[in-house]
């Protein structure tokens, strides 16, 4: 059974930081590209970052370029995304996403989706 489990939100003020965690398990996690996406009240689900399953190639939503950085360890099966210059407009559930041996990008579906991490940013 596959299970995507992300840890790492919380309340921060606007300009701090937090760092993401997303732990897998049940799959082969060195063949998938990993993604992580948010949610908003009442927005659609939004493309944040992805990461290709060898760790050579990064993808990010022009939102979050030069703040978020996303990093896998596939001897750990960890997946995070550090956020830095955080700003309320941020504020969502993060889900980290798995999808076997293709890109994540804007509009992509993953194999497998875990339950979310709340982020909230304060003004």
């Known amino acids: 059974q596959v299970q995507l489990v992300e840890s790492g939100g919380g309340l921060v003020q606007a300009g701090g930081s937090l760092r993401l965690s997303c732990a897998a398990s049940?799959?082969?996690?060195?063949?998938?590209?990993m993604g992580w996406f948010r949610q908003a009240p009442g927005k659609e689900r939004e493309f944040v970052a992805s990461i290709r399953w060898s760790g050579d190639s990064t993808y990010y939503a022009d939102s979050v370029k030069g703040r978020f950085t996303i990093s896998r360890d596939n001897a750990k099966n960890t997946v995070s995304l550090q956020m830095n210059n955080l700003k309320p407009e941020d504020t969502a559930v993060y889900y980290c996403e798995a999808k076997w041996r293709a890109m994540i990008a804007e509009g992509t579906i993953g194999d497998y989706r875990g339950q979310g991490t709340q982020v909230t940013v304060s003004s």
């Open positions: 049940g799959l082969t996690f060195s063949s998938y590209t």
